[in-house]
């Protein structure tokens, strides 16, 4: 439990750079990674922005995002040694849920196969 409350303090401002770092080295975009959280959590490009300002942390963040994607639940398969469809904490589901898709993203796969379309 420890672990899970140290993931949700955790500023999501202070992850950002590094999903970007990690498409960036694999030849994909800053603005794909911004489209796989815009697709993930319903925020634009305005209020990603003051998420980022405002250095909220992982459990804000996902507390306020204006809306989980209903497809989200279509994102399977292994990330840190778990798999995200069987994660009980909701919260910790949805941080594991935007690792996969950066993941994918990092992996080469098309847009439409990451943002489940």
Same mark, same amino acid.
């Given at each position: 439990?420890?672990?899970?409350?140290?993931?949700?303090?955790?500023?999501?401002?202070?992850?950002?750079?590094?999903?970007?770092?990690?498409?960036?080295?694999? &030849?994909?975009?800053? @603005? %794909?990674?911004?489209?796989?959280?815009?697709?993930?959590?319903? *925020?634009?490009? !305005?209020?990603?922005? =003051?998420?980022?300002?405002?250095?909220?942390?992982?459990?804000?963040?996902?507390?306020?995002?204006?809306?989980?994607?209903?497809?989200?639940?279509?994102?399977?398969?292994?990330?840190? &040694?778990?798999?995200? @469809? %069987?994660?009980?904490?909701?919260?910790?589901?949805?941080?594991? *849920?935007?690792? !996969?898709?950066?993941? =994918?993203?990092?992996?080469?796969?098309?847009?439409?196969?990451?943002?489940?379309?």
């Amino acid at each position: 439990m420890k672990n899970l409350e140290r993931v949700y303090k955790m500023s999501f401002a202070g992850v950002y750079p590094l999903y970007i770092q990690k498409a960036e080295k694999k &030849g994909r975009t800053k @603005e %794909e990674v911004d489209q796989i959280i815009f697709w993930l959590t319903g *925020y634009d490009e !305005k209020s990603l922005k =003051e998420q980022l300002d405002n250095k909220t942390n992982f459990e804000d963040f996902f507390g306020q995002a204006p809306e989980i994607n209903p497809n989200a639940n279509k994102i399977t398969g292994v990330i840190c &040694g778990y798999r995200v @469809e %069987e994660i009980e904490d909701k919260l910790m589901q949805q941080v594991r *849920y935007l690792d !996969k898709l950066i993941d =994918e993203l990092a992996k080469g796969k098309a847009m439409e196969k990451i943002l489940r379309t």
